[in-house]
């Protein structure tokens, strides 16, 4: 018998996976390679989540991602790291240097339940978050909290494949 922690490729039903499901787990095999294979060669930690983001934004096939780091004291948060499509590095960004908590309910819900995000698929959005969307160029957006304890996410903006499929996006997180 296997521990929880342990993985046995035997249980896996492949006659219930979706083509979708088996392209997202090969492409998230071939990343986590890729990963190891560039870790090898840096070891400044910048370098390491820079990366690490351009690799899962191209794997959902989004414009920008980036790690949201929030302060529960103060009631904010703030773009820590992040990488952009468009211009191939980590310039600019619509962010406000500081963004309230308060004004991304759902966000704030997902946080202190430690919950994946996928709006607006599967998470509603308010009429106040669609006004900050606008702003920051989101059609749709995806993430998952830092690992327990969480204070901050990891984002994906407008992805265009795997939207639903958060497994790279959890173990990046």
């Not at 039903?13 to 986590?32: N, T, V």
């Amino acid at each position: 018998m296997l521990k929880n922690h342990e993985f046995d490729p035997d249980e896996i039903d492949l006659s219930k996976c979706s083509p979708e499901d088996i392209k997202a787990a090969l492409g998230i095999s071939q990343m986590l390679v890729r990963l190891e294979s560039q870790f090898r060669r840096d070891l400044d930690p910048k370098t390491i989540i820079m990366k690490v983001l351009k690799l899962t934004c191209s794997f959902y096939g989004g414009d920008w991602t980036g790690v949201l780091d929030i302060d529960p004291e103060v009631g904010v948060w703030t773009a820590h790291w992040w990488y952009n499509v468009e211009t191939d590095g980590m310039t600019p960004t619509n962010f406000n240097e500081f963004e309230n908590v308060s004004e991304y309910v759902t966000w704030a819900k997902a946080l202190d339940e430690e919950r994946t995000l996928c709006i607006p698929m599967i998470d509603p959005m308010t009429e106040q978050e669609k006004i900050h969307y606008r702003r920051l160029g989101t059609k749709t957006v995806i993430a998952a909290p830092f690992y327990k304890g969480a204070t901050g996410f990891v984002v994906v903006r407008n992805p265009t494949q795997y939207e639903t499929n958060l497994d790279l996006l959890k173990l990046v997180a």
